[in-house]
């Protein structure tokens, strides 16, 4: 059974940082994309960042970039999230996927979700 396991997630002033992880467990994702997405109150889910199988390649919402950086190890079939300059906006539950890319240029996550890791960002 495949297992997705996010955290570090916690509360943390604007300007702040945290690391995310996600641990898969139960199937290797090493040849696959992966990404995370957020979801903050009464909003949909949404696109943050992605990264090729490899770590060669990384793409990133304009509404992070410069600030996120998305990173994988796939050895411990994990995938890293690095947030820094912290938002209020940036406040959302993070869940992280494996992902293949879409038709319109977006990326497309299978398999179920986790349980995701609240980020708090106060102003």
């Known amino acids: 059974q495949v297992q997705l396991v996010e955290s570090g997630g916690g509360l943390v002033q604007a300007g702040g940082s945290l690391r995310l992880s996600c641990a898969a467990s139960?199937?290797?994702?090493?040849?696959?994309?992966r990404a995370w997405f957020r979801q903050a109150p009464g909003k949909e889910r949404e696109f943050v960042a992605a990264i090729s199988w490899s770590g060669g390649v990384t793409y990133y919402a304009d509404s992070v970039k410069g600030r996120f950086t998305i990173s994988r190890d796939n050895a411990k079939n994990t995938v890293y999230l690095q947030m820094n300059s912290l938002k209020p906006e940036d406040t959302a539950i993070y869940y992280c996927a494996p992902v293949v890319s879409s038709d319109n240029g977006g990326w497309d996550p299978f398999g179920s979700w986790g349980q995701g890791t609240q980020v708090t960002v106060s102003s």
């Open positions: 139960g199937r290797t994702f090493s040849l696959y994309a």
